[in-house]
């Protein structure tokens, strides 16, 4: 995989995310992620190294005094930067950041990536319950679903719980984010992944198991992948993702500094 083709490593030149920025506060050890206000936020000549100041409820900044924590925070180009740090309190209540290194830069997206091996699971589930529901429409003349085609409930079948088992695709990811993931599959897969549309989603991280629904956006025979967007996403799904995303990127900052 190609840096191209993940979240880029910082650089100087890009745009700060400006006073009034959203931002979302992880800790690095688990706990709930909190969102924040950017207050002031300037990067190095290098772009490197940030001082940061956010505003939050007087409790979370409280709690989060002395974590190490990721922070990350929507830039004007419509991307993200992501830094960390240890967190302290200002004597007005803000959280500050110090001892900051920046981790990455996204300039298209609002969720940095990684290029990280994880096993998903990928099922008809949602693909088979729509096409239940379109039965019900189809038998009382209402119009079908998008993702499900109208020879397909003629029928009027509806998948078993065998048949939902049998469907799996099982394969890892190629990068992951918050948002979504590029997954390689067997070739016998993808067209199946194809004609889903909707798919129920399992992405293991670590000895949990993340699970939602998402959608196929794009099928890459040549290179065995497909591409997946997160749908019906948690908060609690969303920060066990970006924890192994910004894990991912900060061992990797430490084995460039090493």
Do not use: K, N
């Amino acid at each position: 995989m190609t840096m191209t083709q993940e979240t880029a490593r910082p650089q100087p030149g890009l745009p700060d995310p400006e006073p009034g920025s959203d931002a979302v506060v992880l800790p690095v050890r688990d706990a709930p992620q909190r969102r924040a206000v950017v207050r002031e936020w300037h990067a190095g000549p290098a772009g490197l190294v940030v001082t940061a100041d956010l505003s939050m409820e007087a409790a979370h900044v409280a709690e989060l005094v002395g974590q190490r924590v990721w922070v990350r925070a929507s830039s004007p180009d419509g991307g993200a930067r992501v830094i960390e740090g240890v967190a302290a309190a200002t004597a007005d209540e803000r959280l500050h950041l110090t001892g900051v290194v920046a981790l990455a830069v996204e300039t298209r997206r609002a969720a940095p990536r990684a290029s990280t091996r994880a096993p998903v699971r990928i099922s008809l589930d949602a693909y088979a319950l729509g096409h239940a529901a379109d039965v019900q429409r189809d038998l009382a003349g209402q119009p079908l679903s998008s993702h499900v085609a109208s020879e397909d409930v003629s029928s009027g079948d509806v998948a078993s719980e065998e048949e939902l088992a049998a469907a799996a695709a099982h394969g890892e990811t190629v990068d992951l984010s918050s948002s979504g993931a590029r997954v390689r599959l067997a070739p016998e897969d993808l067209e199946r992944a194809r004609r889903a549309g909707s798919v129920g989603i399992d992405v293991g991280v670590g000895a949990d198991a993340v699970h939602l629904g998402g959608e196929v956006v794009r099928v890459d025979e040549e290179a065995g992948e497909v591409a997946l967007r997160f749908l019906d996403l948690d908060d609690s799904g969303r920060a066990t993702l970006e924890r192994a995303v910004l894990s991912e990127l900060s061992a990797r900052s430490a084995d460039d500094q090493a």
